[in-house]
């Protein structure tokens, strides 16, 4: 779609307002909204002007005056608003129009740009699979003399002796798949599936998760880097809307419930070269073509640095703890869900793919599926064998191993902490055709440390109250 089609939509739809969406370094939706007298071809070209000063990672005040420019490829008429609204994504730049290089939807076009510069692909195709958890309800409070949350749903085991109850509770760990009424979600989620269907988003399928309490997935059909990263973006907006209509909210993060199963995002990969699958291989292990075993090399060599990216809050941690399908272990395996390469079982070549199990959605999409593609690739470049780098293949439950085969595994990082300073060692691979920057990197690690890192460890936690508050 061109600025001419966009005017005709809105001519054609009855259009009122134009909203247009940008994403701040961390990973959050920000919109403004015009008239659409204010709207034309050149709108497309000359841009928007805003304070940079106000989004979280950008521009000091000195320096803040930036342009966004609408991307008519991804306008869609916005179906929660009662005025008849056009949604846009918008890139960023400066007031000269200079492409502002910590902008990250522009992180996930150079590093599109640098794939089919490389010669090793052209395309490469991204499935994820956001899990979430739906509540009935959310609460918390951060001071300085008190903390607190509660979140509740009508399933959650805890539940279960509630005076008048009906006893359609799950049990932690076992809520995959159960029909209603012990799913009382499933309306939900297929009002979510009917509205992303109605904003052109493909969705292959829904379901309950694992955890008690409300745990879901709504799987995404793949498509190109770019395009999926905003997929991702109007997926959780879908999501967030479409909740608060029934009367409930939805969470992406990591770990909100103890003792139960966590959220994850597992980001299924492949390269595509002339319309040829590149991952595929009729006789290497699992079908993996010895391309895609250098990518798997590539990812799983710089985990830990590529965990700040993917894994980017300190809640992220408390999901990756073994036992709880947290694929904590830096190993591959075919079928295997404790690893965390997992390498799809299947036997076509256009098939053909691996799934990264570790990443979340608290994650900045943009910046999380270029930062895997750019490890993958520096994998192929320096034709690294995941096989001789000790990472597997290992076809076990990794969780059930003795200690003295589990010493022997790699695990990703313990904190977030730990993963930012795994970043700081290890970040050339990401300067890789100027992809990311010097600037990006630096500004990323100094913002998550000292609005995040240091926020969550300077503050009492309310278990060392238990714990401590006698001794």
Do not use: C
């Not at 391309?291 to 590539?298: F, K, N, P, R, T």
């Not at 947290?326 to 591959?332: R, T």
């Amino acid at each position: 779609m061109k600025a001419e089609d966009v005017l005709r939509l809105i001519r054609e739809q009855n259009i009122e307002m134009v909203d247009l969406h940008l994403i701040d370094l961390p990973g959050t939706w920000h919109h403004v909204t015009l008239p659409v007298s204010e709207i034309d071809e050149d709108t497309f070209e000359s841009g928007v002007p805003f304070d940079g000063s106000s989004l979280r990672g950008f521009r000091g005040i000195e320096e803040s005056d930036m342009i966004m420019i609408p991307d008519p490829s991804t306008a869609v008429v916005d179906p929660f608003y009662e005025v008849p609204t056009l949604s846009i994504i918008a890139d960023i730049t400066d007031p000269q129009h200079v492409p502002y290089q910590r902008d990250p939807r522009r992180i996930a076009q150079n590093a599109e740009a640098f794939l089919k510069s490389s010669g090793i692909a052209d395309n490469s195709f991204w499935g994820p699979e956001l899990e979430f958890f739906i509540f009935d309800s959310a609460r918390f409070v951060n001071l300085g003399h008190e903390s607190m949350y509660a979140v509740d749903s009508a399933e959650g085991h805890w539940n279960s002796g509630r005076e008048g109850g009906l006893g359609h509770t799950l049990r932690p760990k076992e809520g995959y798949f159960p029909t209603p009424p012990l799913d009382a979600t499933h309306a939900v989620r297929s009002a979510m599936v009917k509205m992303l269907q109605k904003v052109g988003i493909r969705v292959e399928m829904h379901h309950h998760e694992v955890a008690s309490g409300g745990q879901g997935e709504i799987d995404l059909r793949f498509s190109t880097l770019t395009k999926q990263a905003d997929t991702v973006m109007m997926y959780k907006y879908v999501l967030r809307n479409v909740a608060n209509s029934f009367g409930k909210t939805v969470t992406f993060m990591p770990k909100p419930i103890f003792g139960d199963n966590g959220n994850g995002m597992h980001v299924h990969q492949s390269l595509w070269k002339d319309s040829t699958p590149l991952f595929y291989s009729e006789e290497g292990y699992a079908h993996m073509s010895p391309l895609a075993l250098s990518y798997i090399a590539g990812i799983l060599s710089h985990a830990p640095a590529l965990l700040s990216f993917t894994n980017p809050s300190t809640n992220s941690y408390r999901r990756l703890v073994p036992g709880y399908e947290a694929p904590v272990n830096i190993v591959f395996s075919r079928g295997n869900r404790s690893a965390a390469i997992r390498i799809p079982v299947n036997d076509k070549p256009q098939a053909s793919r691996i799934e990264f199990r570790t990443p979340d959605a608290t994650s900045n999409p943009y910046l999380a599926f270029a930062a895997i593609l750019m490890a993958g690739l520096d994998g192929v470049r320096r034709e690294l064998d995941p096989v001789k780098l000790g990472f597997g293949p290992l076809d076990k439950n990794i969780y059930t191993l003795p200690p003295e085969e589990l010493a022997k595994i790699g695990s990703v990082p313990g904190s977030f902490g730990e993963s930012l300073t795994a970043l700081e060692n290890d970040h050339e691979f990401l300067l890789q055709g100027n992809v990311f920057s010097e600037d990006l990197i630096k500004t990323w690690i100094e913002y998550k440390r000292a609005n995040e890192v240091d926020v969550v460890n300077l503050r009492p936690h309310p278990m060392e109250f238990e714990l401590y508050f006698n001794a």
